[in-house]
């Protein structure tokens, strides 16, 4: 069973830098692909990009600019940076698994999410 | 349109059957996968693959899609299947990803 657990900070000061991290246990970040998913209070769900298992990243169009996703495959983790952040950036971001087959794809495993407030 | 739209919210009598859709023009190309999150919790996949169920998810859960709609069938709707549903594909370049909006789902 594949686990995920995201990690860092809760606060982060507008036009400052979020910083967060997923450990991976039960499973190999060399293998499929890793993603970073966000929940603002109350709203939906937005997929924020993604490192496949050979280190290859994609990035949701809108937040490109201000993303990167690396992974550090020593310590079987993978991380979200997002600069220049803003009270819409206010989320619980989450990590998962996506599993790309053909035409189909999921997240099938997911962190727990955890909060990050942007704020003064 | 490159969204995917869903009914913001739908209710159910315990017991019954309930079709929660997803339109989408991505959805002619590419399967939709669906989710449960409760509050607080992290989304739960319970239909991936078209109709396709992960390991412990009830039966009564099943998916289907016609052109550009995907939809989420609970047969039998329980208390505990109260929750927002949420479907996801990919966009039509087939690089990026993206949720519907949700349905919040009661069961009456």
């Known amino acids: 069973q594949v686990q995920l657990q995201e990690s860092g900070p809760g606060l982060v000061k507008p036009s400052e830098t979020l910083s967060l991290t997923c450990t991976v246990s039960?499973?190999?970040?060399?293998?499929?692909?890793w993603s970073w998913i966000r929940q603002p209070p109350g709203k939906g769900l937005e997929w924020i990009g993604y490192i496949s298992y050979s280190g290859r990243t994609n990035y949701h169009p809108s937040l490109k600019s201000r993303v990167t996703i690396s992974e550090d495959t020593s310590k079987n983790q993978f991380s979200l940076t997002l600069t220049s952040v803003t009270a819409a950036d206010t989320a619980v971001y989450f990590c998962?698994?996506?599993?790309?087959?053909?035409?189909?794809?999921?997240?099938?495993?997911w962190g727990q999410g955890t909060l990050v407030t942007v704020s003064s | 349109s490159s969204d995917l739209t869903q009914d913001p919210a739908v209710s159910v009598a315990l017991g019954q059957t309930v079709r929660i859709t997803c339109q989408g023009d991505s959805l002619r190309s590419y399967y939709a996968s669906w989710y449960q999150q409760k509050p607080g919790q992290a989304p739960l996949l319970v239909i991936y693959d078209k109709n396709s169920r992960p390991s412990g998810i009830p039966d009564r859960f099943s998916g289907s899609s016609s052109g550009n709609t995907a939809s989420l069938t609970i047969t039998g709707a329980q208390a505990e299947d109260e929750a927002d549903y949420y479907c996801n594909s990919r966009y039509n370049n087939g690089n990026h990803w993206l949720f519907g909006g949700g349905t919040k789902l009661t069961v009456l």
């Open positions: 998962a698994r996506l599993t790309i087959v053909g035409p189909t794809s999921d997240f099938d495993f």
């Open positions: 039960g499973g190999s970040i060399t293998s499929d692909y």
